[in-house]
């Protein structure tokens, strides 16, 4: 398991995110103080405080292609 902190505050900043997440097949969560979802439900992550940074939670260790594309999320 692999974890990033992340900055989402923009709309447009989670849209693009969750496009990334949803192609790849290994479990994304997203974690905002208690609360846990899946990174690649658009729902579960407009639901957060995207005002302050999110952390990422990744389940695999094969996922360096996913962290290049999320580098440019990070908080």
Do not use: R
Request: hydrophobic residues 35%; glycine residues 2%.
């Amino acid at each position: 398991m692999k974890s990033i902190q992340v900055s989402l505050e923009k709309s447009s900043s989670v849209k693009e995110f969750v496009n990334i997440t949803q192609s790849c097949d290994y479990e994304i969560v997203i974690k905002s103080g208690y609360y846990v979802v899946d990174a690649k439900s658009i729902l579960g992550l407009f639901s957060l405080d995207t005002s302050k940074p999110l952390t990422v939670e990744i389940h695999s260790d094969d996922c360096d292609d996913l962290l290049a594309k999320l580098k440019k999320f990070e908080a």
